[in-house]
Nanobody, 110 residues
Framework: QVQIVESGGGSVQPGGSLRLSCSIS???????VGWYRQTPGHYREHVAS???????TYDDAVKGRFTISRDNAKNTVDLQMNNLKPEDTAMYFC?????WGQGTQVTVSS
């Protein structure tokens, strides 16, 4: 059974940074890996994705602040988040082949 584990969440002040990591227990292979986020009472929304050829896609709300990267040898996908804003507060999830991890909480507050 494939396991997807997110880590790196926490609480930071506005303008701060966090680096999330998604670890997958099998080869990433040719599949795109994505990061999504969700707040209570809202749908899960796309944040960033990266293809097996390292082509990234970002939601407009995070462009220029977040960077997604992929390490196929380690089966990990990281999300570097800079200049965090209170509206970035959410549970962040990693997804691969329609499978999801349990999420990691990010809270941005002064």
């Amino acid at each position: 059974q494939v396991q997807i584990v997110e880590s790196g969440g926490g609480s930071v002040q506005p303008g701060g940074s966090l680096r999330l990591s998604c670890s997958i227990s099998t080869s990433l292979s040719l599949y795109t890996v994505g990061w999504y986020r969700q707040t209570p009472g809202h749908y899960r929304e796309h944040v960033a994705s990266i293809t097996f050829k390292d082509f990234p896609t970002y939601d407009d709300a995070v462009k220029g602040r977040f960077t997604i990267s992929r390490d196929n040898a380690k089966n990990t996908v990281d999300l570097q988040m800079n200049n965090l804003k209170p509206e970035d507060t959410a549970m962040y999830f990693c997804t691969w082949k329609s499978l999801w991890g349990q999420g990691t909480q990010v809270t941005v507050s002064s």
